[in-house]
């Protein structure tokens, strides 16, 4: 019969022990009796661990099993006492969890862990017949099991996946903030990944953590700047939500994000696409609020991506598609404006009202997509030949005319077509050949 650790190491002593014997029987010589009793040393220090660890193990079971217990008791009636029942073995049981116990003692518990979170996803699921308290004491013991399994462990990472999106529906501001701490402690690019799958589990996600993220929660914010770290992430925020009041509060943060240099290089390119797409539908959502909004902010980003040589996302600029794209924007509030609709009109794109808040859903757009214009063709003569071309000109000297609205349009007007003029023949000539149809006037 095969024996196991602790069983081979005793063997191993009552063998070495034997040897010291007929040794000292013998008269056997200093060196060799140092050499078996170091070996006696060993074999003595392996019981020692065998033993330690095995009951380890088993109080970790008996403590699991306890929790297992109170986590019944208060799922039939959460009474105050039975959750400060259920908190109190859950503070005991994560001591032991990483302070004491190997990762491979804590994966012997595995299905004990695993019954475990299903049973507290049970009693955490109703917020009224839980309390705070015992919310945020299981946060924390997830927290302690996330930092000590493996992501590879899936049975138990996916109980405690169901537990977040519990946690994030909480009405109570403290638990749903608490729940997006604890994302944020665990989350990488495999996890970016994971959650892009079209699941109902991910879409109810996705649904609590842009309430939070629009009800300006600090943890949210702190999540998704920690998601902006990487690749993908930003075609997956854009991807998982169709409603342009999200997309704008996504379309904030990632200003920041870029003004601090937080993005991920790679998640500009994707971006471009995204910025395309919404171009291509404006004339569908031409007076919505929130896509104008959303729309001027991606512009915003790009501006603020193009503004610094020094800057991480420079090389943006080598994508043709976000010339075009600005462009084709540009000539359509030109013909939008020219059509009528009040809000694309060139007096109310600076339009502002008390406090400074902006009236007009379009306020700045023309003015950053002209600055944009500015930025990526600033001593590029590539984006310069291909504006001339998709008909950028005539607009942009028509953004010329000084106004007291917006003043910042006219300059970044003038910036343009100079480094328009500077970099390409053809954009010369277009201007040399023109003549003035009316006299200058002031708006």
């Known amino acids: 019969m095969q024996q196991g650790p ?4 005793k063997h191993m002593y009552m063998e070495v022990s034997r040897q010291i014997g007929r040794m000292a029987a013998k008269g056997a010589r200093v060196l060799e009796f140092r050499c078996v009793v170091s070996e006696l040393y060993i074999a003595l220090r392996t019981i020692l661990i065998a033993s330690v660890t095995s009951l380890r193990c088993r109080l970790q079971k008996r403590m699991l099993t306890k929790l297992l217990n109170a986590l019944d008791a208060a799922a039939e009636l959460s009474t105050t006492d039975r959750l400060d029942e259920v908190i109190h073995n859950m503070v005991e049981v994560g001591k032991s969890i990483g302070s004491n116990s190997s990762v491979e003692e804590l994966l012997a518990q595995q299905n004990l862990l695993v019954r475990m979170l299903k049973k507290m996803n049970r009693l955490l699921e109703e917020e009224e017949a839980c309390k705070a308290s015992c919310a ?6 997830l927290e302690r099991i996330a930092r000590y399994v493996p992501s590879s462990t899936v049975p138990i990472w996916k109980h405690m996946k169901a ?12 638990v749903s903030e608490h729940a997006c701490w604890l994302v944020t402690t665990i989350i990488d690019g495999d996890w970016v990944k994971q959650w892009s799958e079209n699941s109902l589990e991910k879409k109810k996600f996705w649904k609590n953590f842009f309430a939070l993220l629009q009800a300006d ?12 770290t990487f690749p993908g992430s930003v075609t997956l925020l854009f991807s998982v939500t169709d409603d342009f ?3 704008s509060t996504v379309a904030k943060h990632l200003c920041c994000a870029i003004r601090h240099k937080q993005l991920n290089n790679s998640n500009l390119f994707p971006l471009v696409s995204y910025f395309s797409e919404m171009v291509c539908v404006l004339k569908d959502n031409s007076e919505n609020e929130s896509f104008l909004c959303t729309l001027r902010r991606l512009v915003k980003a790009f501006c603020l991506a193009t503004s610094d040589d020094q800057s991480p996302y420079f090389s943006v600029r080598n994508n043709f598609a976000l010339t075009i794209g600005a462009v084709d924007l540009l000539r359509q509030i ?11 009109k060139r007096k109310r794109d600076f339009d502002n009202g008390i406090n400074g808040g ?25 984006n310069c030949d291909l504006a001339r071309k998709l008909g950028a000109v005539p607009i942009l000297l028509e953004s010329t005319k000084l106004d007291c609205c917006n003043l910042f349009m006219t300059q970044w007007a003038i910036f343009a077509l100079r480094s328009m003029m500077k ?5 010369r000539d277009i201007i040399s050949s023109m003549k003035p149809t009316s006299d200058v006037r002031l708006d």
């Not at 929660?217 to 902006?228: G, I, K, N, P, V």
């Not at 970099?423 to 954009?427: L, Q």
Request: charge should be negative.
């Open 6 to 9: 602790e069983g081979g190491s």
């Open 136 to 141: 945020l004491c299981s946060i924390e013991f």
């Open 163 to 174: 537990s977040i999106i519990n946690f994030l529906a909480w009405s109570d501001s403290r």
């Open 245 to 247: 009041n999200v997309e």
């Open 334 to 344: 030109d013909e939008l404006a020219k059509s009528g609709i009040e809000i694309y």
């Open 358 to 382: 902006n009236v007009n859903p379009a306020s700045g757009l023309k003015q950053c997509l002209v600055r944009l214009i500015a930025n990526l063709t600033c001593e590029h003569h590539g």
């Open 423 to 427: 970099e390409d023949s053809g954009c």
């Open 217 to 228: 929660s600090l943890q949210a914010q702190r999540l998704l700047e920690e998601m902006f």
